[in-house]
């Protein structure tokens, strides 16, 4: 599903305008990529949880050459899905 299927999705089960879905949905997106990049977590109880992990630094190899390679340390989004979406995903 594209982002603007989803869109149309959620207009249509809110039972609101196209534009304001697109709004919406943008402002939640928004605000989970606000929260992240300042280190914080979204819960959405039975959903999900949304936060940061970091990534320690580690020896890479360069596919190409054969070459070692050090990659950097960093920091990476991540989602943990909660039970209701796991059950709902079972079947």
């Known amino acids: 599903m594209t982002k603007q299927e989803f869109v149309a999705a959620i207009s249509q089960r809110a039972n609101l305008s196209s534009r304001d879905a697109q709004n919406a949905v943008d402002a939640v997106l928004d605000t989970i ?3 992240l990049s300042r280190g914080g977590d979204v819960s959405f109880t039975g959903f ?3 936060s940061v992990s970091n990534r320690a630094a580690r020896q890479g190899v360069n ?3 054969g070459e070692r390679v050090q990659i950097a340390a960093t920091k ?3 989602f943990s899905a909660g039970s209701k ?3 709902s995903v079972k079947g």
């Open 33 to 35: 990529e606000d929260t």
């Open 48 to 50: 999900g949880k949304f």
């Open 63 to 65: 596919p190409r050459t």
């Open 76 to 78: 990476v989004p991540k």
């Open 85 to 87: 979406l796991k059950a």
